[in-house]
């Protein structure tokens, strides 16, 4: 039986490595963050309703939450606009348009896992 190497390298890994994957996990995780954030990506900076229609099945208590969290993380940034009406919008910051290439690594997964799962029904 041939041996396959681990694609990541465990003496450059080690345990530093796996405690910053599992602070990604836990700063990235839930169903919503992800997903928040591929919104602004693809949009820009939108309002509160925007993203709540955007992002379907969140709630708008969820929502706000999810926000908070990621405002608080720094990988948004919440933006009040004086105007007749006050306005807020969110967008990403520099920090968080910094998860452009990880963001458009699972959607082309995800893509591609459901064309695999489709074609071998």
């Known amino acids: ?49 925007d993203l709540r229609r955007r992002v379907e099945g969140i709630t708008a208590k969820m929502l706000s939450k999810e926000l908070q969290e990621l405002e608080q993380n720094k990988l948004i940034r919440r933006n009040v606009i004086n105007s007749r009406l006050v306005t807020v919008e969110y967008e990403l910051t520099e920090h968080g348009l910094s998860l452009l290439d990880l963001i458009t690594k699972i959607r082309a997964w995800g893509l591609a896992h459901r064309q695999y799962l489709f074609q071998k029904v």
Not at 24 to 49: D, E, H, N, P, Y
């Open 1 to 49: 039986m041939k041996t396959v190497k681990p694609p990541l390298d465990s003496t450059e890994c080690g345990k530093t490595g796996l405690i910053a994957i599992r602070d990604t996990m836990v700063l990235l995780s839930g169903k919503w963050k992800i997903q928040i954030i591929g919104c602004m990506m693809m949009f820009g900076a939108m309002r509160f309703m």
